[in-house]
């Protein structure tokens, strides 16, 4: 019994003894060479926190390139008193020299990849526009375009094309895309934390100012627009809010989501 005795307590001290090895080998060397390069901490004050000393972290790095704005557009009395006194006789005429061949007052424009602007929101136009002119946004042909545009211009032109009537604005009978489509639209999916498209796209909805309507465009500029929001190949969307939902979404949802906003002819 003594020697069975001696052999238990010489394992259990084996066993201790490797806790407190692997610990030591966790706490002071894998721990720091894990945290100790990563920003704002140091191999010293990592050991420290391994051992339950919270130290406060170092200050972390700064990065050298200048902050890039989504947008230069602010919604302001400015913005708004730009919008309310564009001039719709004037910016039908500036369409109609400059505009028309691509986007179309009435009937969907000549190629799909471009966008239709009859009947869209003022405050969706002028916004583009405007990052097109800043280059927050870039198109081989809009963005020369853009620039060579004042402000008055571009207020005048976003009034014009918003004052055009437009098929199924409501989407009320939308082309069939499936009822998982239809949930995606409608309820979203809080598994992938993304948002009911609804939710700002709707006619109704309360999204921000400057979004979109969607009904009425063709399937391929949906699924594109998309698609570049999801690859970061777009980038002037306030606060990355469509960068973070396009990238939740798979390429099948987006083709489906540009059929489901499609005006049936």
């Not at 019994?1 to 201790?16: N, P």
């Not at 006194?85 to 109609?96: E, L, P």
């Not at 199924?168 to 009911?196: C, N």
């Not at 540009?258 to 002819?265: K, L, V």
Request: proline residues 8%; aromatic residues 8%; contains cysteine.
């Amino acid at each position: 019994m003594e020697a069975l005795d001696r052999a238990w307590r010489l394992w259990v001290g084996i066993i201790l003894a490797g806790m407190v090895v692997t610990a030591c080998v966790l706490g002071f060397v894998v721990v720091p060479l894990v945290q100790g390069g990563g920003p704002g901490f140091d191999a010293f004050t990592a050991i420290c926190r391994a051992i339950g000393i919270n130290l406060a972290p170092r200050e972390a790095p700064r990065a050298a390139a200048p902050a890039q704005p989504a947008s230069g557009v602010a919604w302001n009395s400015k913005t708004f008193g730009a919008l309310a006194h564009g001039d719709k006789a004037a910016g039908a005429k500036f369409a109609q020299d400059t505009c028309i061949a691509c986007h179309a007052p009435d009937g969907p424009p000549p190629d799909p990849s471009i966008p239709r602007l009859a009947g869209q929101s003022s405050f969706a136009i002028y916004k583009q526009l405007q990052d097109f002119k800043s280059s927050t946004r870039i198109n081989e042909i809009m963005s020369g375009l853009a620039k060579a545009m004042t402000d008055t211009q571009i207020a005048d032109v976003a009034a014009y094309y918003s004052s055009l009537a437009r098929l199924d604005l409501d989407a009320r009978h939308p082309a069939f895309a499936g009822p998982e489509i239809e949930a995606l639209v409608e309820r979203g999916d809080a598994t992938r934390g993304v948002p009911p498209c609804a939710s700002c796209h709707a006619a109704t909805s309360g999204g921000p100012i400057e979004t979109p309507t969607l009904t009425g465009q063709s399937p391929q500029y949906v699924a594109a627009a998309l698609k570049d929001f999801a690859e970061g190949q777009r980038r002037n969307d306030i606060y990355g809010r469509m960068r973070g939902i396009a990238a939740k979404l798979t390429p099948a949802e987006m083709t489906l989501l540009g059929d489901y906003y499609t005006t049936p002819h």
